[in-house]
């Protein structure tokens, strides 16, 4: 395989633009090559989108299917028409804005992220890949290249509760995740509906290894590692897989005060002991697995009732597929000796939004490297312990993933926060990645 010179793609974007075009924030060593995505924009895109779902903390609550969320995505499709694309809803309520490319014959390049948040959540999760990824498509519009490709944006619905949208494009959107309930108080049947998509048609959605030529997602780190060490871009390995158990404990509810200490099958003792167990079986050997509790409530809920049933959750996320399952298992052995010392009994249900293991592909990584040396930009290898759009995508797709950074490594809350210029320099590097991608770097 012959690799294009990024350096190359430059050259052929200043000859069709006939000049260099300039941004007005300070640019790095070697970043004045080809043209430029606009700074300010992004940032005040960025601002604007948080405005809907807003929360008094200053962050979002914009869950998927909500009010919040159609609001954005309007705004969204307003923004991406504005850069010349032709607007669209799948069946799986995805945003896709194409524009198309000098050669029919060719599969389309897509690149996006999602604007759906979690509860009480930040304002760059998400949007700084998709703001970036229409500023790309933006550039190419203004400055009049064409690319030999169709371009095509995508912003993936309901990321944050299970990867709805890139699990429609693989063909993996299951009648048990269609009927689960979602934050928004809907099922993803009924928000999938509410956001103009069709989920009788979900057929219509996939798309099969070949017809993509390429994924790239822009993504805030969510993490400490590019802020703490001062590198400017993320360059991902791998996308972890994630498996999400629901954990139900039956006990006995009976009179807190005339049940003996010793005659009790006390529920949310048996959870205390469980969430504990966890913690040890994730932490008993190296490695970068992790193992949460995220939920728990007591029935009936009153403080002079013992507690005979306990809602709570299991969440596992490793790179290995097997090391996830390894986990489980030990955690289920632990489950069930707590349950003879207690009387109780733990159920677990495996939910239908399993994230499978994903690697980048490795010349896509190299063209994010080189796009970042060519801008003067550090960059960094790592894994993302996160789960992503992209994991999915990187099952029918060669796929590649760029980080920027998240200020003190903070996510998933209102104070997560990315710069201007970390942002402008993601998609800078996002740009000229996918135009060296365009011009034959996995041919």
Not at 310 to 327: A, C, F
């Amino acid at each position: 395989m012959v690799r294009i010179s990024i350096r190359a793609v430059y050259v052929a974007c200043a000859a069709m633009l006939g000049t260099m075009a300039t941004s007005a924030r300070a640019q790095p060593a070697g970043a004045s090559d080809g043209p430029r995505v606009d700074a300010d924009r992004v940032e005040a895109r960025i601002l604007s989108l948080s405005e809907f779902g807003r929360n008094p903390e200053g962050g979002v609550s914009r869950v998927a299917f909500s009010e919040a969320d159609i609001e954005g995505r309007a705004y969204v499709m307003s923004l991406m028409r504005e850069a010349g694309l032709e607007v669209r809803v799948d069946p799986a309520g995805n945003i896709i804005g194409r524009r198309e490319g000098t050669d029919a014959s060719l599969p389309p390049i897509l690149f996006g992220s999602h604007i759906d948040s979690v509860p009480f959540g930040g304002n760059y999760d998400g949007d700084v890949g998709v703001i970036a990824a229409i500023e790309c498509a933006q550039v190419l519009h203004e400055h009049g290249i064409q690319t030999r490709h169709p371009m095509e944006v995508v912003v993936f619905s309901d990321e944050e509760s299970g990867l709805t949208g890139s699990r429609a494009l693989v063909g993996e959107l299951g009648e048990g995740a269609l009927s689960e309930r979602t934050h928004s108080g809907l099922t993803r049947r009924e928000g999938i509906r509410a956001i103009g998509g069709d989920p009788d048609r979900l057929a219509e959605v996939k798309r099969a290894p070949g017809q993509i030529a390429a994924f790239m997602e822009l993504h805030i780190e969510q993490g400490g590692s590019l802020d703490k060490a001062g590198v400017d871009i993320g360059v991902v390995e791998g996308i972890v897989g994630i498996e999400w158990w629901d954990v139900t404990i039956e006990g006995t509810a009976n009179h807190a005060g005339t049940t003996p200490m010793g005659s009790r099958n006390d529920a949310l003792l048996a959870a205390a002991r469980y969430v504990q167990a966890v913690n040890e079986e994730v932490t008993s050997e190296p490695g970068r697995q992790v193992g949460t509790v995220g939920q728990i409530s007591a029935d009936p809920g009153a403080h002079n009732v013992i507690p005979g049933r306990v809602h709570t959750s299991l969440e596992i996320r490793d790179l290995s597929r097997e090391v996830i399952w390894s986990l489980f298992e030990r955690i289920e052995a632990r489950a069930a000796a707590i349950a003879e010392e207690t009387g109780t009994t733990f159920t677990f249900t495996l939910l239908d939004v399993s994230s499978i293991p994903a690697t980048m592909n490795e010349v896509v990584r190299s063209v994010i490297s080189d796009a970042a040396d060519a801008l003067g930009l550090s960059w960094l290898s790592m894994p993302s312990g996160a789960g992503h759009d992209a994991q999915d995508m990187a099952r029918i797709a060669p796929t590649g993933m760029l980080f920027v950074p998240s200020r003190d490594g903070i996510s998933h809350s209102p104070r997560e926060f990315t710069t201007k210029d970390d942002m402008a320099n993601g998609a800078e590097v996002l740009l000229r990645s996918l135009l060296a991608i365009d011009a034959g770097a996995l041919e």
